[in-house]
């Protein structure tokens, strides 16, 4: 298995992606979890949602969960901070190997400063928004980051329905980074599916978390290739 930087600077073997597709294991049967995890072997990415029930109303699991799916992953690790003081948590997750870590600037201190820690430690270091914050408080600090998720739902629970009503803003940030000639990745999390996953493709996400869509399906690598795929067609960047 390649390590997480040798993944990002090439995951194919051959030349970067411009679609990802991080299936979330919020929605995987936990009691069988490295054979669900064997299932996405083509992901890019396994969404690993870490949940404190203090910024959200509901608790997962911490850092030593984290790592052990780290263990027994195919692929790298997309962490996902709902929790509160992430300038103390996250970087407990970047020094154990996760390839992305992510927080919510709704909850974070000195976002720009947390982001700087994570890259120093080796992670790529993700900034979350939920579907009220406004995502031009993110345009000056672009480059301090090496994704920006943009929830499609309200964090906190797996299952939820897209909302529509977030992607105008998901354009405004893709236009933006466009205009900077920024690289950074935008994700997007919350009721991604077969017919979800084409509109926000369009309005510039080029990373996927999808849950109930891939583990729910019968064959989840099938579902994971069907999502790429029509994400690949309506791919805006």
Do not use: C
């Not at 926000?200 to 579902?223: I, L, R």
């Amino acid at each position: 298995m390649p390590t997480p930087q040798e993944y990002l600077a090439d995951p194919t073997g051959t030349e970067q992606r411009t679609v990802r597709i991080n299936p979330s294991v919020l929605a995987a049967d936990f009691a069988n979890m490295q054979a669900e995890l064997a299932r996405i072997g083509n992901a890019d990415f396994v969404h690993v949602d870490v949940m404190d029930n203090h910024f959200v109303p509901n608790l997962t699991f911490g850092p030593q969960m984290a790592e052990r799916i780290q263990a027994t992953s195919p692929v790298p690790l997309d962490v996902h901070l709902m929790i509160d003081e992430p300038e103390r948590w996250a970087p407990e997750y970047a020094e154990f190997g996760a390839a992305s870590v992510t927080f919510h600037l709704e909850a974070a201190t000195e976002p720009v400063a947390l982001a700087r820690r994570l890259r120093a430690i080796g992670a790529r270091a993700g900034i979350a928004i939920k579907p009220a914050t406004a995502v031009e408080n993110l345009f000056e600090v672009l480059d301090e980051f090496d994704q920006i998720l943009v929830m499609t739902v309200e964090p906190g629970f797996g299952g939820q329905s897209f909302m529509p009503e977030t992607m105008p803003k998901l354009r405004r940030l893709a236009d933006e980074a466009h205009r900077r000639g920024s690289q950074v990745w935008l994700q997007v999390d919350g009721g991604i599916g077969e017919s979800t996953i084409a509109l926000a493709a369009e309005s510039g996400a080029d990373t996927f978390v999808a849950g109930s869509a891939v583990f729910g399906a019968a064959d989840p690598g099938s579902a994971i290739e069907g999502l790429r795929a029509s994400a690949l067609r309506h791919s805006h960047r």
